[in-house]
């Protein structure tokens, strides 16, 4: 069986995607308040919640001095006829408990409170060279500006849209958790939608790109059609393909 | 007022050394006192390529180390006693410098010499970092193909972000494009990048084309910067480029196919 496994090439992926899960946020540690007013709940939207995945949300109840047992918690959710798949906020002693659920930790989400960039630094210092460009460019604002020409091995993240008015060289890497325009050759690679935006899109004035990506749809240079290369183009996601079409420059 | 030029391009045996040697003999054949530092710290060669390896005694880590001071480190050039080298340690390894060492040294010859030249290592390591982190202009080495162009894109982008001048908000390095190692032959066969094709990937002020020339060689091995050598095109060839740095206006030589006019003529 092993043979077959090696002779199928394409026998599994990884792809990256995102999704909605509703999140619990939990403020006391009355597990006879949790079960009865997830009942509650529950009762009122039967069809929303059933089966629903669920992340539970330690933070605010440890705030406030609040000791949740997490094998005690996860017991009642079930019950109640949810999947808890994951926790976050949790203490060393929460998170230990999640590990022997078999539950991941997650990280407070970039939406609702900063930590968020304090990962992306950490994720990013396994790369040391890269590291410093990052974090340097990593920009509050919701629209960031770049100005001079984004070289080969340089990295540009924007939490909102990227305008780049000048080149992108072949190795550089320009990523944006919202839209990427280039008024200037774009021979790198560009990933907009980064946090999951399918409606992100990319636009530039020549595309020589080694990648394109949204919201983790990619294609290689070798799959950009000729038709297409060195033009003004604008590229988005339709039904998960990347739509790439040219833009009319009007002189 | 003192300036560091560092002469770098990511990528080795483009000419760095060989550049290195010319400019910093260029500038002070023209009556600016120049030093010229080896920072390959255990592949010393610009010694070699200035004719003064048998007069080493003490070198840059020596200095860095306080072992030796800068005067008694520092070669005065057997052809211009305007030019001074610094050359490297043979017998120790990049990680004998430190950025402090370094910026104390060059802080030391600014005080006495008007252009201090960094002759760069290749790569992007330790070396290369701290022969272009001080520098006030890079002059980036090319030659025209893409491997080497690939490289000195990413060279830029560290000067643009990693350099002292990045670092502390200063207005950022000037950037020249010095491209070596050009055969127009070439480029009409094919066979190499032309200087427009390198201008439109690293979009950088080009300062001068060097011919690829059997001067370079013949310079190297006898010792003497090709610069020296006012017959040669090489020669020549740097001493416009020494022109247009200090703000000369000189048009740009060994672009075009030197035959082009015999082959007009003949009709080839």
Request: aromatic letters at 6%; proline letters at 3%; charged letters at 25%.
């Amino acid at each position: 069986m092993l043979t077959d496994a090696s002779n199928t090439p394409f026998a599994l992926e990884f792809k990256s995607a995102s999704f909605s899960v509703p999140v619990l946020v939990l403020t006391t540690d009355d597990m006879d308040v949790i079960e009865q007013k997830l009942q509650e709940k529950v009762r009122k939207a039967p069809e929303f919640f059933k089966h629903s995945p669920l992340i539970l949300d330690l933070q605010e109840a440890n705030n406030q001095g609040c000791l949740i047992d997490l094998f005690e918690l996860v017991g009642i959710i079930r019950k109640v006829g949810l999947f808890p798949i994951g926790i976050r906020g949790g203490n060393a002693q929460q998170n230990k408990q999640a590990l022997e659920l078999q539950l991941p930790t997650h990280s407070i989400s970039s939406r609702d409170a900063p930590p968020l960039d304090e990962k992306k630094q950490d994720s990013a210092s396994q790369e040391p060279e890269v590291n410093t460009d990052v974090s340097s460019n990593i920009a509050a604002a919701a629209t960031t500006l770049i100005t001079y020409p984004i070289r080969s091995g340089q990295r540009i993240y924007a939490k909102g849209d990227l305008v780049v008015l000048t080149q992108v060289s072949a190795g550089a890497e320009i990523i944006a958790e919202g839209n990427i325009h280039v008024y200037n050759s774009l021979r790198g690679r560009a990933l907009a939608g980064v946090q999951g935006d399918v409606e992100a899109r990319i636009f530039c004035f020549d595309l020589q790109a080694e990648l394109i990506s949204i919201a983790g749809n990619y294609k290689i240079s070798e799959d950009l059609g000729d038709s297409v290369k060195g033009k003004a183009v604008q590229i988005y996601l339709q039904d998960q393909a990347l739509i790439i079409k040219d833009i009319e420059l009007h002189h | 007022m003192a300036r560091i030029i560092v002469v770098t391009s990511g990528k080795g045996g483009v000419g760095k050394t060989t550049t290195s040697a010319a400019i910093a003999m260029g500038l002070a054949k023209r009556g600016h006192k120049t030093a010229v530092i080896d920072f390959d710290v255990g592949l010393r060669n610009l010694d070699l390529i200035m004719g003064c390896e048998r007069r080493v005694v003490y070198d840059f880590v020596n200095v860095i180390n306080e072992e030796a001071t800068l005067n008694q480190a520092l070669i005065r050039d057997k052809n211009c006693n305007l030019l001074y080298i610094l050359p490297a340690s043979q017998t120790r390894d990049k990680d004998a410098l430190s950025q402090e060492g370094v910026g104390r040294v060059l802080d030391e010859l600014k005080k006495d010499f008007k252009y201090i030249v960094c002759d760069s290592p290749a790569g992007i390591e330790k070396g290369a970092h701290l022969a272009m982190y001080f520098a006030d202009d890079a002059f980036v080495v090319t030659n025209p193909e893409v491997s080497s162009v690939r490289d000195s894109d990413r060279m830029l982008g560290l000067l643009a972000s990693k350099s002292r001048r990045a670092e502390q908000n200063e207005e950022p390095i000037n950037e020249f494009l010095l491209l070596t190692r050009y055969s127009p032959d070439r480029v009409k066969l094919g066979e190499m990048l032309s200087v427009d094709d390198v201008q439109d990937i690293l979009s950088l002020h080009l300062l001068g084309v060097i011919p690829e020339s059997k001067s370079v060689l013949n310079a190297s091995n006898s010792g003497t910067p090709v610069i020296l050598d006012e017959k040669s095109d090489a020669g020549q060839a740097y001493a416009d480029i020494v022109a247009r740095y200090l703000g000369e206006d000189r048009p740009h030589r060994f672009i075009e196919d030197k035959k082009g006019f015999f082959r007009k003529l003949f009709g080839g």
